[in-house]
Structure formats: structure tokens, C-alpha cells
């Protein structure tokens, strides 16, 4: 798994390639605990090059976002593809978190 981040205006955009499972999830989980602890809360995270998700992936996505709502953050998502969509879909995450195909769409939300 790789990490990539950029601030655009106030928003942190995160893209993560490779795969989010029961090795890579606790990086994942703690890179964005980071970021939040540095002061970010608004959240966009880019998943064009993400492979696999796992379980441990997607309930890392939901630690994160309590302490997101906490704190009157916003995680959004954009580029899903395949499988990671799949998942997203069948795990009912697509009802729970808003989901848009461009980083530009998702972006406008903030």
C-alpha cells in the first residue's frame, strides 16, 4: 500500500494505491490519525489505484470517521474501481459515505 497526500484549499486529499487489508489497514488507520491529530479534518480519499480492500480495511475507514465525526469532519470518496467498488457496495459503505467517480466532483462538496 502507498499513501500520497496534497492539501487542496481545506481539504486533505489522500491517494492510496496497492491494497488495504489485515497487514496494510493499521498503516492506513494511523497515517490518517495522524493527519487528524495535526489539525486536518476534512478528508478526500482517492481510490483510482486501489486494488483490494479487505474487512480490516473497511473498518479502519469506520474508525477513522467517528473520530472524524467527532471533531465535525467529512471523509468523502472518489475513483472506486472493481473489486474496491464491489466491496463498497456489498458492505453497504455506498449508503453510509458519499462516493463520487472524479476528485473534482468530490472536491465541490466541501
Not at 453510509?96 to 472536491?107: C, H, K, N, Q, V
Request: aromatic share 8%; glycine share 8%; no cysteine.
Amino acid at each position: 500500500m502507498e499513501i500520497n497526500k496534497k492539501k487542496e484549499k481545506d481539504v486533505l486529499v489522500i491517494s492510496v494505491s496497492g491494497r488495504i487489508d489485515a497487514v496494510t489497514a493499521p498503516d492506513f488507520e494511523k497515517n490518517l490519525s495522524e493527519s487528524i491529530g495535526a489539525g486536518e479534518k476534512n478528508f478526500l480519499i482517492k481510490m483510482n489505484q486501489l486494488e483490494y480492500i479487505s474487512s480490516a480495511g473497511l473498518r479502519s475507514i469506520l474508525a477513522i470517521a467517528k473520530v472524524l465525526k467527532t471533531k465535525e469532519g467529512k471523509m468523502i470518496f472518489s475513483g472506486l474501481q472493481g473489486p474496491v467498488k464491489d466491496v463498497f457496495k456489498i458492505s453497504g459503505f455506498g449508503s453510509i459515505f458519499t462516493i463520487y467517480d472524479t476528485e473534482e466532483d468530490a472536491l465541490k462538496q466541501f
